[in-house]
């Protein structure tokens, strides 16, 4: 299968570093995505990883491992509004390249 | 410039009815995809249109549910004969091509009574 595994819940402290995992099959990998949606709202485009490595943008980067199967989303200087959950997807090369949604996890900033 | 628009924004109608959701896509992104989220899970896929090709229905709940994109544009979903397991938000997302950065629209919030 393609399943897409996150953790469904987290908490942190404001101010805090938080690093939120997800594993994939690796078989036909072509892509990861991770999204931030607040609740109620839309999800936004955080970042996209296709080389290994770590992808760094503002407070947030982005880790991938191809041979892994492993990608995690690092949140610096943790800030209430960091409060969301933060979806991880994957693209896979023949199926009909469409995005696999995980669940998601719920991240919990306290002050 | 316009992100991704739905209509209308809430909608409530009784059990057995029939809806229709609007999706206006970002100008030139080919690809447009129809999700829906129920309150406090994930996405759920539901259609996928790419071009002129024909359309990814693989993850439609059922036969009531079918979807157009006419002129490569604008999509509406169709939803027959509602049931109140049809209630959540419908999401629209638009991307320039496959594979690339989706962009979505706000949702549709669906009740059916």
């Known amino acids: 299968g393609q399943n897409i595994d996150q953790p469904t819940e987290m908490t942190a402290t404001e101010g805090a570093i938080v690093q939120i995992n997800c594993t994939y099959q690796t078989s036909g990998f072509n892509g990861l995505f991770w999204y931030q949606q607040h609740a109620g709202e839309a999800p936004t485009f955080l970042s996209y990883?296709?080389l290994d490595g770590l992808e760094e943008k503002g407070r947030f980067s982005s880790f991938l491992s191809r041979s892994k199967g492993y990608s995690y989303l690092l949140l610096k200087e943790l800030q209430m509004k960091d409060s969301a959950s933060y979806l991880c997807a994957v693209v896979y090369a023949g199926n009909n390249r469409k995005l696999i949604w995980g669940l998601g996890t719920s991240l919990a900033v306290n002050p | 410039g316009a992100g991704v628009s739905q209509s209308p924004s809430n909608k409530v109608t009784e059990k057995g009815k029939d809806v229709e959701l609007r999706c206006d896509p970002i100008s030139g992104h080919t690809a447009l995809y129809w999700y829906r989220q129920s309150l406090g899970q994930g996405l759920e896929f539901l259609i996928y249109f790419q071009g002129n090709s024909a359309p990814d229905k693989s993850g439609l709940p059922s036969d009531r549910f079918s979807a157009e994109r006419t002129g490569g544009s604008v999509s509406t979903l169709t939803i027959q004969r509602t049931q109140q397991e049809d209630s959540a938000v419908y999401l629209c997302?638009?991307?320039?091509?496959?594979?690339?950065?989706?962009?979505f629209g706000p949702g549709t919030r669906l009740l059916v009574l």
């Open positions: 997302a638009s991307s320039p091509g496959p594979t690339e950065t989706q962009y």
């Open positions: 990883n296709v």
